[in-house]
């Protein structure tokens, strides 16, 4: 059961919700601590998830792209949107909010919740992300020269707001440029060729038989008539 209430949850992996009980699984998922280490945390997966976050879970390949696009995530938000150097970001301000909310983004929340940020199919990708913070840069610098902020966290949410809120429109552009990439290079259809002298052939064909036809029914006619006038035809 996956709560006493019966009521249904969502899949760790996908984050749609897990109606039949028969088709929940609770697996150890290993998640960084706070103190740096690792730990495994139960979560509630659709039995056909488990499969394919194990295959992303061993994707080596895929977890390094996927660190090294959040660093220039992180790298780009502090340095080019925020304007600060590392020095003058503490470490509790970095791991509390700012990394939290760009993280958030990836799994389409808030904050991360728990969760790893890693190879699961949600929110947005890293490099939507940083596509994203690049259009809207411009709009946020402008506003950041005229607006006043609490704090730091006020600062951030600031600008968070741009990138929430013009991220669904670049995420679709994007997907509509990739399925355009995808149809230009898929192989082309190919076309039934005209053959001339086939075509011609049935021509002459259909011609002669419609001729035979013809004298068939003059023929026919020509008959009638005879026998109408005793054969004197």
């Given amino acids: 059961m996956a709560k006493k209430s019966d009521e249904a949850v969502k899949c760790y992996f996908c984050g749609e919700l897990i109606t039949r009980a028969n088709d929940l699984v609770i697996k150890k998922v290993p998640m960084a601590t706070k103190k740096g280490g690792v730990r495994n945390f139960k979560r509630q997966l659709h039995l056909d998830c488990v499969h394919k976050y194990n ?6 390949e895929l977890r390094t792209v996927e660190n090294n696009e959040w660093d220039l ?21 970095k791991e509390s909010h700012m990394a939290k909310r760009l993280l958030g983004l990836r799994l389409g929340q ?14 947005y990708s890293f490099n939507t992300i940083l596509i994203t913070m690049k259009v809207v840069n411009p709009k946020i610098q402008a506003y950041l020269k005229t607006a ?19 991220i669904p429109d670049v995420a679709k552009r994007l997907a509509d440029q990739q399925k355009a990439n995808k149809k230009l290079f898929e192989e082309p259809k190919k076309e039934p060729s005209f053959d001339y002298l086939e075509a011609l052939k049935k021509q002459k064909q259909k011609e002669a038989e419609e001729k ?12 009638d008539i005879a026998s109408l006038l005793g054969g004197s035809l």
């Fill in 73 to 93: 995530v992180f790298q780009y938000f502090r340095n080019q949107i925020l304007g600060v150097g590392k020095a003058t970001i503490s470490k509790e301000d």
């Fill in 110 to 123: 808030f904050y991360p919740s728990g969760n790893n940020t890693r190879i699961l199919p949600r929110g």
């Fill in 212 to 223: 035979q036809k013809q004298e068939e029914e003059s023929n026919g006619v020509m008959d």
């Fill in 55 to 60: 295959e992303g879970l061993e994707d080596y």
């Fill in 148 to 166: 006043n902020f609490t704090d730091f966290k006020h600062r951030v949410n600031a600008c968070m707001r741009f990138i929430v809120a013009e």
